[in-house]
């Protein structure tokens, strides 16, 4: 027996299943192939596990859906309806806060002076902590500029606000007007409604950089 032998044998591919689907059903946040795989026991395949469950929850009252780089059980998109007598009443965010978040997402990862730049005001200390408590946005890696200024990136906890997979499925204007989430107004640093036309094919600048430190 090498080193790297497990001590017991291996669970059965469906017993790893079983335990996929208790933890993300258990599990409050998301959770990484890495963070089920500490649970797990040494030798278990935590992706094959999870891939069997999203294909047995193909079609039912919940999915398994990934969240950034984590997975997650939520309820399927077409009965969030019936859920929505327990949704808590949130206060609404400012313009400015709607503002800065819009120029995070869309423009990440980005500067607290680039974000300026778009708006053409000076940014709150108090917009910029208020979407970190929301913990929406987070730092992510400095700038190899003068001042090596930090940037802003939304988090895996904005993603699963807003039920997306990654950043790149964020909607484009015409969807956030049709939902009632945006006025006329443009927002700073999004196209106009001249823009409308390619707003699709457009890809957020430094997306690929999402989650990196």
């Given at each position: 027996m090498t080193d790297d032998a497990p001590l017991f044998p291996v669970p059965?591919?469906?017993?790893?299943?079983?335990?996929?689907?208790?933890?993300?059903?258990?599990?409050?946040a998301p959770l990484s192939l890495r963070d089920m795989e500490r649970r797990m026991p040494r030798g278990c395949?935590?992706?094959?596990?999870?891939?069997?469950?999203?294909?047995?929850?193909?079609?039912?009252?919940?999915h398994v859906t990934?969240?950034?780089?984590?997975?997650?059980?939520?309820?399927?998109?077409?009965?969030?309806?019936?859920?929505?007598?327990?949704t808590l009443e949130q206060k609404k965010?400012?313009?400015?806060?709607?503002?800065?978040?819009?120029?995070?997402?869309?423009?990440?990862?980005?500067t607290r002076a680039e974000i300026e730049?778009?708006?053409?005001?000076?940014?709150?200390?108090?917009?910029?902590?208020?979407?970190?408590?929301?913990e929406w946005i987070r730092l992510g890696r400095r700038r190899m500029t003068p001042g090596r200024p930090v940037t802003f990136v939304v988090t895996?906890?904005?993603l699963d606000h807003f039920g997306l997979e990654t950043a790149r499925d964020l909607p484009g204007l015409r969807e956030l007007?049709?939902?009632?989430?945006?006025?006329?107004?443009?927002?700073?640093?999004?196209?106009?409604?001249?823009?409308?036309?390619?707003?699709?094919?457009?890809?957020?600048?430094g997306q690929s950089e999402l989650f990196e430190d």
């Open positions: 059965p591919l469906a017993e790893q299943e079983r335990m996929v689907e208790a933890m993300l059903f258990a599990s409050a395949d935590p992706a094959e596990a999870l891939m069997l469950l999203r294909r047995r929850y193909e079609g039912r009252g919940v990934r969240v950034g780089d984590a997975w997650a059980i939520r309820t399927a998109p077409d009965l969030g309806h019936l859920m929505s007598h327990e965010l400012s313009r400015a806060a709607v503002e800065t978040l819009a120029i995070i997402a869309y423009h990440q990862p980005v730049e778009i708006r053409g005001v000076a940014v709150s200390r108090g917009t910029i902590d208020q979407l970190l408590e929301l895996e906890g904005f007007r049709a939902a009632g989430l945006l006025d006329s107004k443009p927002l700073p640093g999004t196209p106009g409604p001249e823009d409308e036309e390619d707003e699709d094919d457009d890809i957020p600048v």
